[in-house]
C-alpha cells in the first residue's frame, strides 16, 4: 500500500490580487481534472449497470465530484460561494475581503457521502493586526492563517496541487515577512525605542528643570518617568501602525486606507530620520 502523505505550505510576505486568486484557483481545477481521469478510469461498471448508465455515473462524478469550491469571506461577515474562478469577478462579491478558501473536498463529499483520499484545503487570510493589542504579546510574530495543506497518496499529486499554488505566491512575494517577525520589537526597543526616549528626555531637560524643577525635585523626576514611558508607548504604537500599514499577507483589490497610511508612515518615519542624522551631524561640526 502506498504511502500516504500530508503536507503543509505556509504563505507569508504575499501581495495578490483577484487576477492571481482567478490564477490559482484555475490551476488547482486543472489538477483535479487530471486527478478525475485516474480516478474515473478505475471505477468498475456494477453488475445491475448498462454501459449507458455506467457512462452517466462517470460524467456526473466528472461534473461533479471533481470541483475547486471557493468561499469569499468578507470583513463584515458576508460570504460569497462559488464553483469555479467566475466568483472572484462576480459583482456581489464582499467589497473587502478578509479571507478566501478553496478545497475540492466540499463538492467531492457531496457527490460520494465521503472524504476524498487526494485532497487540497487552501486559505489566504487578508487580516490585519490591530495597530494596539494588548491581549497578544507585542514581540510575537504576526498571527496568520494563510497555509495549503495538500493530502494524498501520489507524490505527483502533492507536488503538483503545491506548484499551482506557489508557482504564482512566488512571484507576488514581498520583502516584508521579517517586519512581521518574533521578537522584532524587543530589537528595536532596544536600538530605537529606548535611546530615542532618552534623547528625547534629554532635549526635555530644561525645560522640565526649569518649569518643574524649581517647584519641586519631585515633579521633574515624575516628569521624566511620564516622558519616558509615554514615549516608549508612542514607540509601541508607531510599531504596531508599520505592520498594519504592511501586511503580511494582501489583497490588492481590497483598496483599503493603509495605501493611503503609506505616505503618513513614511512623512513620519523620515522626520525621526532627518531628526536623528540631523543631531549625529551636529556632534562633529
Known amino acids: 500500500m502506498a504511502n500516504h502523505l500530508r503536507k ?3 504563505i507569508r510576505a504575499v501581495r495578490l490580487d483577484l487576477t492571481d486568486v482567478a490564477t490559482i484557483c ?4 486543472a489538477q483535479l481534472a487530471e486527478q478525475a481521469d485516474i480516478e474515473i478510469a478505475a471505477l468498475k461498471k456494477l453488475d445491475n449497470q448498462t454501459d449507458q448508465q455506467f457512462a452517466e455515473v462517470k460524467e456526473r462524478a466528472r461534473t461533479e465530484a471533481f470541483k475547486v469550491t471557493t468561499s469569499l469571506i468578507g470583513r ?17 462579491r464582499p467589497d473587502k475581503i478578509a479571507s478566501i478558501f478553496m478545497t475540492n473536498i466540499t463538492a467531492y463529499q457531496s457527490f460520494a457521502h465521503q472524504r476524498p483520499l487526494h485532497s487540497f484545503e487552501l486559505t489566504l487570510d487578508f487580516s490585519k493586526p490591530r495597530l494596539i493589542d494588548f491581549t497578544v504579546p507585542v514581540s510575537a510574530p504576526t ?4 497555509q495549503l495543506f495538500v493530502d494524498g497518496s501520489r507524490d505527483a499529486w502533492v507536488a503538483a496541487i503545491t506548484n499551482a499554488v506557489t508557482q504564482t505566491t512566488e512571484a507576488r512575494k514581498t520583502n516584508r ?7 522584532l520589537y524587543d530589537a528595536g526597543l532596544l536600538l530605537f525605542g529606548v535611546p530615542f526616549t532618552l534623547y528625547v ?3 526635555l531637560s530644561g525645560w522640565i528643570e526649569h518649569h518643574l524643577g524649581s517647584i519641586n525635585p519631585f515633579l521633574s523626576a515624575a516628569a521624566y518617568v511620564y516622558l519616558f514611558f509615554f514615549l516608549l508607548n508612542g514607540y509601541r504604537a508607531l510599531f504596531g501602525y508599520t505592520k498594519w ?5 494582501e489583497l490588492a483589490d481590497n483598496n483599503d486606507t493603509s495605501i493611503s497610511h503609506r505616505a503618513v508612515w ?8 532627518v531628526n536623528v542624522v540631523w543631531e549625529v551631524l551636529k556632534l562633529f561640526w
Open 245 to 249: 500599514t504592511f501586511p503580511l499577507v
Open 26 to 29: 484555475r490551476r488547482l481545477q
Open 177 to 183: 515577512r521579517w517586519l512581521h517577525r518574533g521578537q
Open 143 to 146: 498571527a496568520n492563517s494563510s
Open 201 to 203: 528626555c534629554w532635549r
Open 8 to 10: 503543509t505550505v505556509p
Open 266 to 273: 513614511g512623512a513620519i518615519v523620515l522626520a525621526l530620520l
Open 76 to 92: 463584515d461577515g458576508q460570504t460569497l460561494f462559488g464553483a469555479d474562478d467566475a466568483v472572484f469577478s462576480a459583482p456581489n
